[in-house]
């Protein structure tokens, strides 16, 4: 007989009932719990429901039900032989042809680049303007070249000399004197209050042999089967109690009760 069985035979024996008694208290029949204990599981119901028998029965000798259930699944496949699963089909190896795709995608990019600056340069980009003279000087004719042409050019005719025109003055725009910026202040940020822990007693009290797990502030402090009538101490901001029948548990937090860890055997609870 393996550990199992063993297990289940001294928690009842610590609990101090018999089969029948607790056959009356977890309404399961003593043959299966007695099945359970002698490890002949051939005798017990289907595994969904033998699953659920191991559960409650662990529960009620204040064990572990999760690592009691798992321990029992453990030795049921030893002896069963366990499961194999075998795929229904062989995948299949595809190719990628993403390769190629991504070669002849990136050829075209390129190509399509070359094609687009040659287009760019043959028909859109601007052309140079040939180089204008300024307005100013056209149609103003040389003192000296004027002179010159009058008297060989005309019999008796009058000298025309041209006249250079003069550039109005441009009147300067009035300075606009520059006025300094003030400088800004910027608000002072307000400090957040550091939040101040606070440090609470709890106790926690079995009135019947049940196992408990104690976490506080994040760490287990205590997990194992707390004897009935026992108080266990601790100091934390936070505590968070489970329990394999929690019925059994009362918890106070800084001297007051806050009653049962739950109605049912399954509950847990956060304090404060």
Do not use: C
Request: glycine share 8%; aromatic share 8%; hydrophobic share 40%.
């Amino acid at each position: 007989m393996s550990e199992f069985g063993e297990l289940l035979r001294h928690a009842r024996s610590y609990k101090g009932v018999s089969l029948r008694e607790a056959e009356r208290a977890t309404k399961i029949n003593r043959h299966h719990l007695a099945a359970l204990e002698r490890e002949e599981f051939e005798e017990l119901p289907p595994l969904i429901y033998a699953r659920g028998i191991v559960r409650n029965y662990a529960q009620y000798l204040g064990l572990d039900p999760v690592a009691v259930l798992a321990l029992f699944e453990e030795v049921h496949g030893q002896r069963s032989g366990g499961f194999r699963v075998v795929p229904a089909t062989k995948p299949l190896n595809i190719p990628s042809h993403w390769a190629p795709n991504f070669a002849i995608i990136a050829f075209m990019v390129i190509m399509s680049a070359v094609i687009f600056a040659w287009l760019y340069s043959a028909y859109f980009a601007p052309q140079d303007a040939p180089p204008t003279e300024p307005a100013g000087i056209v149609g103003l004719a040389s003192p000296t070249a004027s002179a010159e042409a009058s008297p060989t050019g005309s019999e008796g005719g009058s000298i025309t000399i041209a006249t250079p025109t003069t550039e109005p003055t441009s009147t300067p725009e009035p300075t606009v004197p520059a006025v300094a910026e003030t400088p800004t202040e910027e608000p002072t940020p307000t400090p957040e209050p550091t939040p101040v822990s606070t440090t609470h007693t709890f106790a926690v009290t079995a009135t019947s042999s049940v196992w408990v797990q104690v976490t506080v502030d994040g760490q287990v402090v205590f997990s194992d089967v707390l004897p009935g009538g026992e108080t266990r101490v601790f100091e934390g901001e936070q505590m968070y109690v489970t329990a394999g029948n929690a019925p059994f548990i009362q918890v106070a937090v800084d001297g007051v009760d806050q009653g049962l860890l739950g109605e049912t055997w399954d509950a847990s609870r956060t304090y404060p």
